[in-house]
């Protein structure tokens, strides 16, 4: 069983910054994985956010995020983080989480792991 709950977020204000988290457990620890940030807007698909490697040396980007966002991990916590930077009300989203041993596969949203997800608003 593999579980990944997200947390971090909520509502604030265009401008402003949130940092979301995702902890992952279960036998995901007994080989590398990498892990990603995909949101899905009322009315729209769900779309690729960010994705990070195990070692944390490789990072991917939407154009949305690049500048804005940045993804990270602590393994030692099994935790992936997103920083957001100046939010805008389009990045209002609810937030997932996904893993995978492969990061091509988190990046074309088709990890095997996926988490309940996070709501975040952000106000104009």
């Known amino acids: 069983q593999v579980l990944l709950v997200e947390s971090g977020g909520g509502l604030v204000q265009a401008g402003g910054s949130l940092r979301l988290s995702c902890a992952a457990s279960?036998?995901?620890?007994?080989?590398?994985?990498?892990m990603g940030w995909f949101r899905q807007a009322p009315g729209k698909e769900r779309e690729f956010v960010a994705a990070?490697?195990?070692?944390?040396?490789?990072?991917l980007y939407s154009d949305s995020a690049k500048g804005r966002f940045t993804i990270s991990r602590d393994n030692a916590k099994n935790t992936v983080y997103l920083q957001m930077n100046s939010l805008k009300p389009e990045d209002t989203a609810v937030y997932y989480c996904?893993?995978?041993?492969?990061?091509?596969?988190?990046?074309?949203?088709?990890?095997?792991?996926w988490g309940q997800g996070t709501q975040v608003n952000v106000s104009s």
């Open positions: 990070i490697n195990w070692s944390g040396d490789i990072t």
């Open positions: 996904a893993a995978d041993s492969l990061l091509n596969s988190v990046r074309a949203g088709k990890a095997n792991y």
């Open positions: 279960g036998r995901i620890f007994s080989r590398p994985y990498a």
